[in-house]
C-alpha cells in the first residue's frame, strides 16, 4: 500500500525557534498533499493543500508567513513553523494523494504518522 | 454545508459486538466517502471507502452502508475486538480527478471491552 513517512515524528524546542517538518510519499509520486493540525480528542484541521511546483493555497485563518510550506518535488514537501511560539504546539499530520491518468474520481489521501511539536 | 456530522462522539461494545457509526452530511457535490482509523500518537489510516453509486461496501469485519437520498453513510465493525479500539472518522470529498480536499467528521473513540 501507500506509504507516507512524516519526519520527525517529536520535536520539543524553545520558544522563537524555526521548527522544519519533512513529508515523504515512498512508494508513489504525491501530485498534492495536504496539511493537518489536530488538537486533542479533536478532529484534523485542514492548514493548506499543495500541488507539486505550486504555491500552498492555505486555510482561511491559518498565517501563510507562519507556516510555509514547499512542495518541491512529487515525493517531498516540508512544513516549516517559523518562530514557534507556545501555541504553536500541537500535532500536525501530513497526507498525500496521486493523480492517475484517465481515472475519474478521487484518489485516495494516505496519512504521515505525524508529528507532535512541543514548544516551551 | 461543508460539514459532516459524526456521531456518537464515544462508543463502548464488548468484545464480538457491532460497532455502529453514523455519518450525515449537507454538500450534494460530495462523492466520495471515506473512513479513517486512528490510534494514538498515529496518523489516520484508510479504513474503507464508498461511492454513492453503490449501497454497500464490505471489507472483511468492516462494511460501509450508504443512504445517498438521506444523505447519510454508517461504518458498521462486526465481530469488534479490542484491537479496534481507536478513534474513527469518517470524510468526505467532491468530486476530482486528483487529491481533493477532504471534509472530516469529529470523530468517533470507540472501545471495545474484552
Known amino acids: 500500500g501507500a506509504v507516507v513517512s512524516q519526519h520527525p515524528s517529536r520535536v520539543i524546542c524553545k520558544s522563537g525557534t524555526s521548527v522544519k517538518i519533512e513529508c515523504r510519499s515512498l512508494?508513489?509520486?504525491?501530485?498534492?498533499m495536504f496539511w493537518y493540525r489536530q488538537f486533542p480528542k479533536q478532529s484534523l484541521m485542514l492548514m493548506a493543500t499543495?500541488?507539486?511546483?505550486?504555491?500552498?493555497?492555505?486555510e482561511q485563518g491559518v498565517e501563510k508567513d507562519k507556516f510555509l510550506i514547499n512542495h518541491a518535488s512529487l515525493t517531498l514537501s516540508t512544513l516549516t513553523v517559523t518562530s514557534a511560539h507556545p501555541e504553536d504546539s500541537s500535532f500536525y499530520i501530513c497526507?498525500?494523494?496521486?493523480?492517475?491518468?484517465?481515472?475519474?474520481?478521487?484518489?485516495?489521501?494516505?496519512f504521515g504518522d505525524g508529528t507532535r511539536l512541543s514548544i516551551l | 454545508q461543508q460539514q459532516v456530522k459524526q456521531s456518537p462522539q464515544s462508543l463502548i461494545v464488548q468484545k464480538g459486538g457491532i460497532s455502529i457509526i453514523n455519518c450525515a452530511y449537507e454538500n450534494t457535490a460530495f462523492d466520495y466517502f471515506p473512513w479513517y482509523q486512528q490510534f494514538p500518537g498515529k496518523g489516520p489510516a484508510l479504513l474503507i471507502a464508498?461511492?454513492?453509486?453503490?449501497s454497500e461496501k464490505k471489507e472483511g469485519r468492516f462494511t460501509i452502508s450508504f443512504n445517498k437520498s438521506a444523505k447519510q453513510f454508517s461504518l458498521h465493525i462486526m465481530d469488534s475486538q479490542p484491537g479496534d479500539s481507536a478513534t474513527y472518522f469518517c470524510?468526505?470529498?467532491?468530486?476530482?480527478?486528483?487529491?481533493?480536499?477532504?471534509?472530516f467528521g469529529e470523530g468517533t473513540q470507540l472501545t471495545v471491552n474484552p
Open positions: 464508498i461511492r454513492p453509486d453503490v
Open positions: 512508494d508513489f509520486q504525491a501530485t498534492t
Open positions: 499543495s500541488n507539486e511546483g505550486s504555491k500552498a493555497t492555505y
Open positions: 497526507s498525500a494523494s496521486s493523480r492517475k491518468r484517465r481515472t475519474v474520481g478521487n484518489q485516495p489521501q494516505h
Open positions: 470524510a468526505a470529498s467532491p468530486r476530482g480527478t486528483s487529491g481533493s480536499r477532504l471534509t
